[in-house]
């Protein structure tokens, strides 16, 4: 029996998005328990809160300024 967990086969991080991989310039939002984040193309949070449409409002807005 080997000492260690086998590595996956599948070689990609199931937990890494892949829009950050495709180069997406729309700001991506992911719900974290109540919470609402929205990250930019690099994974840098953008903003943090309650209600998701606000998020994504300027989420989008911010995107959009740079």
């Known amino acids: 029996m080997p000492d260690r967990k086998e590595e996956s086969k ?3 991080n199931s937990q890494f998005y892949e829009g950050f991989v495709l ?9 974290h328990g109540k919470k609402f984040a929205a990250y930019d ?10 209600d998701r449409r606000i998020v994504e409002g300027y989420a989008y807005d911010r995107v959009q300024e740079s």
Do not use: D, F, T, W
Not at 23 to 31: D, E, R
């Open 10 to 12: 599948c070689p990609r």
């Open 23 to 31: 180069g997406a310039y729309n700001p991506i939002v992911i719900q």
């Open 41 to 50: 193309k690099n994974g840098k949070l953008i903003i943090l809160g309650y």
